[in-house]
């Protein structure tokens, strides 16, 4: 079991040699379905973790007005140059996503969570929770695909439905949480799409 919680600088290791096992190379596909049944509410959005940022580039393409965030430098220089190569607009933070300062409070119609949940450690998840709760807008909503690894120790650490379901309780109404056909290959029956709605 691995039981070493991952510095900043090991993420940012990742990016130097180029060892990206996570990354899908695309948007998740259960996100483009998403869209096209009219599920992701429009307009200021915030993708946490974002890492080479192929969410944030669907939803700049989109019409959304993106942020996106990480801590690794890698992660924010590949996004910031592809953004610029396709002329889109997004603002990148190349920051620690949990210590956004209040002026990003009450702000974000959607957080849009790819692989950020199951990168940090599962002390944090209540923080994440809070987080997420204090930068969205009142009925704001967090859509996420949620990593069941099935396995001990991580990153990337399991997400099991009950897990979801009581850290998110308290500050969220759960409206979808299942699996999906539509999961990238690596991913079938591996992860769960949920959509949760922040409580008023
Ligand atoms: C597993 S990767 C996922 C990247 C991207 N979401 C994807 O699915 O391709 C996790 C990312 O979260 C970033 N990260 C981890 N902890 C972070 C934190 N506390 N604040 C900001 N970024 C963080 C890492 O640098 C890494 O790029």
């Known amino acids: 079991m691995t039981e070493k919680e991952y510095s900043r600088e090991d993420w940012q290791g990742h990016y130097e040699s180029n060892d990206l096992g996570w990354d899908l190379g695309q948007v998740a596909p259960p996100f483009v379905s998403l869209w096209e049944e009219k599920k992701l509410p429009v ?3 915030l993708v946490p973790g974002c890492g080479r940022g192929h969410e944030v580039i669907f939803l700049a393409e989109n019409g959304f007005e993106v942020t996106a965030i990480d801590f690794s430098k ?3 220089t590949y996004l910031e140059r592809v ?9 990148v933070l190349h920051q620690d996503f949990f210590g956004l300062d209040n002026s990003h409070d009450g702000v974000y119609d959607l957080v849009l969570e790819q692989t950020f949940f199951c990168a940090i450690s599962p002390r944090q998840r209540q923080d994440y929770v809070l987080n997420v ?5 009142p009925g704001g909503m967090l859509v996420g695909l949620f990593y069941h690894t099935d396995k001990e120790g991580g990153p990337p650490y399991n997400t ?3 897990d979801i379901e009581m850290n998110f309780a308290m500050s969220f109404e759960v409206q979808e949480l299942n699996k999906t056909s539509l999961s990238a290959e690596q991913r079938k029956d591996k992860e769960w799409l949920c959509i949760l709605k922040k409580k008023d």
């Open 74 to 76: 890698g992660a924010v």
């Open 133 to 137: 709760a204090r930068i969205l807008k």
């Open 83 to 91: 953004l610029e190569e396709r002329r889109l607009n997004g603002r």
């Open 160 to 162: 099991t439905r009950e």
């Open 43 to 45: 307009g200021k959005a």
